[in-house]
């Protein structure tokens, strides 16, 4: 191993890697029985050799915002932290960035404003590069130029027996095609090599509007989504109930990338009056950084990821199930619940002859991402608020299916650790995620041996 690889081990390590290290505190309070930071791709294909020969159970953390907390740390295991793997380097055409598996957006966004450039990624600062990508990335520039994973020219790719792959859509094909939302079941990523595109600044912010306004808002929204709309506009609703009496409020999170366009894609949002609005023209990085401002590490969280056809009656009796949940747990404290929900237009699917793992065809679409993302600060409150949680997802189920709304479809980034994430892609492409497994890793180990992940098995669609 690179004798400038860092090894921590034993449970010392877990207070010089706190909540602010892991975005959840549940990951925060797992003690691996070490962490080692690779420096480059030539330390993490020895590291898996030794996991492999020794049969370790193992997990890794890039950006360590993963949703569950087995996920970016192994409890008696070995963390391997990719932190180290920061290179970003843009291509000489200007067309392209290659940027290390640790980098976070806000990282990539500030180099590439530096040169007048831009990239489809994440739209919180600290989110890493290789998790978002990894599970599908919906970006602000999505509508336009689609998700983050239809938008990597190349992995680099470390395996299981721990050889070293440059993943491409000419040198592996099939690879490619799984890498495109299944990412994480097939080897390490230890870089990215994403599409770039000229940008300058930006029109955007949040306008947070009172539940007077509830019908207003989600009519304004589901208009919004069924247009025929601007591509260069995105929008996204976050609800939340912070006195957890039903009166929540309505966040709605809107963007177009070219600040001087006429932005009248907007107006049902831009006629009602806002509690506050911070809808302005910016930098890209500047945006981020406000988003990741409301998004404080160190909570405890749980979520989970849904998804339903766009329709009106269906959104609002998504909310009133919300407000209901919610109302059961009005004695914890410290708890803030939050809903979102994130449209998934047809524009968003892969505008090349690839296609990717995640199965949602034009028809299906528009589709809203409807994610659970509930925070808390007291470990009392785990079991109860996961008990309402797991309600809330079998009450939006049974609606959703009596409405004839209901989608297979869970996003990766945002689901349970427990879900069925690849059955949700469909019994096809399950299979054929499952037949590039047994090709490039025959013995499952990246399954065995990382056991914290969403696993992709042979389960029954849903």
Known sequence: MSSVATIDAGRKAVSKYGTSFYFIAQAAQIAPACRILPVNTADVSEILNVVRETGTTFAVKAGGHCSYPSGTNAENGITIDLSRLKDIKISDNRKSVTVGAGCRFGEVYRELEAHGLGCVGGRVSSVGVSGLTLGGGISFFSTERGLACDNVVSYELVIANG????????????????????????????????????????????????????????????????????????????????????NSVYTMVLSHSNPQSDTSVFNDFKNLTPLASSTQTRTLTNFCDELDSRNESGFRYRTNSLSVKCHLTTLKEIAAIHEECVHLLKDCDGFVPTLLYQPLLGAMLPKDDVSNALGIKPEDTPLIVIALLWKWTDIQHDKLISQVADQFVEKVEKATRAYGTFHRYQYLNYAANYQDVYGGYGEENRKRLLEIRAKYDPEGLMSILRPGIIQLSGQQEM
């Open 163 to 246: 050889q070293v792959l440059s993943v491409t859509k000419v040198s592996h094909p099939d690879l490619f095609w799984g890498m495109r939302g299944a990412g994480i079941t097939f080897g390490i990523v230890t870089s990215f090599e994403l599409k770039t595109f000229d940008l300058g600044e930006i029109w955007g912010g949040s306008s947070t509007f009172a539940h007077e306004n509830e019908t207003a808002v989600l009519e304004a929204f589901d208009k919004f989504v069924h247009a025929d709309q601007d591509p260069l506009a995105e929008a996204f609703l976050v609800v939340a109930d912070m006195a957890k009496d039903g």
